[in-house]
C-alpha cells in the first residue's frame, strides 16, 4: 500500500515537473518573430572590445608574454581611460588621451610568469574619467587573461 502511494506521489510531481518545464520553455520561444528586439542605446562613452579574455595557454616559469586587448569607443561622446589597473606580473601601456566616438585603441599588456608558482586567470581593471550618464557611477571596464604554468 505504501509503496503504491509513493507510486502515485512520484508520478503526480514528475507530471508537474514536466508540465512547468514545457510550460517554460513555451514562454521562453513563443515570442512574436514580427516584435523588434531593442537595442541598447550607448549615451556617453562606450567601450567595446574584440575580446574581453586572452588564454595564453601553457607558459614556461620566468616567460615573457605581450599581447594587446582591441577595443572602440561605440558610444556618442569621447572617453579617457584614468587607470589601468592588474597584479604585479602585469604592466600596461594605454592610450593617455581621449578617445573620440567612433576611434579605437588597445591596451598593450606584458606577463611576466618570473614570480609565479601556479596556474591563474589574471584580472586587468580599466577605470574611466567618464561617469555612466543614467547612474553618476564611474565607468570600470574587467579584462582577463590565463595562462597554465610550466615549472
Given amino acids: 500500500m505504501?509503496?503504491?502511494?509513493?507510486?502515485?506521489?512520484?508520478?503526480?510531481?514528475?507530471?508537474?515537473?514536466?508540465?512547468?518545464?514545457?510550460?517554460?520553455?513555451?514562454?521562453l520561444t513563443t515570442r512574436p518573430t514580427s516584435q523588434p528586439i531593442s537595442q541598447p542605446t550607448h549615451e556617453g562613452g562606450k567601450m567595446s572590445f574584440d575580446q574581453k579574455f586572452i588564454d595564453l595557454g601553457r607558459v614556461t616559469k620566468g616567460e615573457t608574454r605581450k599581447f594587446e586587448f582591441s577595443f572602440s569607443n561605440i558610444g556618442n561622446a569621447p572617453i579617457k581611460i584614468d587607470l589601468v589597473s592588474s597584479c604585479d606580473c602585469t604592466t600596461t601601456d594605454y592610450p593617455t588621451s581621449e578617445i573620440k566616438p567612433g576611434d579605437s585603441g588597445k591596451i598593450l599588456v606584458t606577463f611576466d610568469s618570473t614570480?609565479?608558482?601556479?596556474?591563474e586567470t589574471?584580472?586587468?581593471?580599466?577605470?574611466?574619467?567618464?561617469?555612466?550618464?543614467k547612474t553618476g557611477a564611474p565607468i570600470i571596464e574587467m579584462l582577463q587573461y590565463?595562462?597554465?604554468l610550466i615549472q
Fill in 146 to 148: 590565463k595562462y597554465e
Fill in 2 to 27: 505504501i509503496s503504491r502511494i509513493f507510486f502515485i506521489v512520484a508520478l503526480t510531481f514528475g507530471s508537474s515537473i514536466g508540465l512547468f518545464a514545457q510550460q517554460t520553455t513555451t514562454q
Fill in 122 to 133: 589574471i584580472d586587468i581593471d580599466i577605470f574611466l574619467t567618464n561617469e555612466d550618464p
Fill in 115 to 119: 614570480e609565479k608558482e601556479e596556474s
